[in-house]
């Protein structure tokens, strides 16, 4: 049974900085690629970033390009999302999910797996 736990949310003051974590079990962590998304209250899921199974390529949204960062380590099944210049506007639930594929996707429903998230607020 595949489990991914987020940890590493809270609250902090726009300008501020956070690091999530994602730790994976019962998977194959190193043939998986992996996302982020984020859902905002009475707003739909939406995508973040994204990175393949080797490391060696990495995409994120252009509203959070710049500012955050996906990263992983095998060896841990851990995945990363580094949120620098924290805005008010980021405030959210933020998941990682798994997809069992090579390929790597910015669409929610190509994902196989989802973490239960992990709660974000920018204060102001």
């Known amino acids: 049974q595949v489990q991914l736990v987020e940890s590493g949310g809270g609250l902090v003051q726009a300008g501020g900085s956070l690091r999530l974590s994602c730790a994976a079990s019962?998977?194959?962590?190193?043939?998986?690629?992996m996302g982020w998304f984020r859902q905002a209250p009475g707003k739909e899921r939406e995508f973040l970033c994204t990175?393949?199974?080797?490391?060696?390529?990495?995409y994120c949204a252009d509203s959070v390009k710049g500012r955050f960062a996906i990263s992983r380590d095998n060896a841990k099944s851990t995945v990363y999302l580094q949120m620098n210049v924290l805005k008010p506007e980021d405030t959210a639930v933020y998941y990682c999910?798994?997809?069992?594929?090579?390929?790597?996707?910015?669409?929610?429903?190509?994902?196989?797996?989802w973490g239960q998230g992990t709660q974000v607020t920018v204060s102001s």
């Open positions: 019962g998977l194959t962590f190193s043939s998986a690629v």
């Open positions: 999910a798994a997809r069992d594929d090579w390929r790597t996707s910015i669409y929610l429903s190509s994902y196989n797996s």
């Open positions: 990175i393949s199974r080797s490391d060696s390529s990495a």
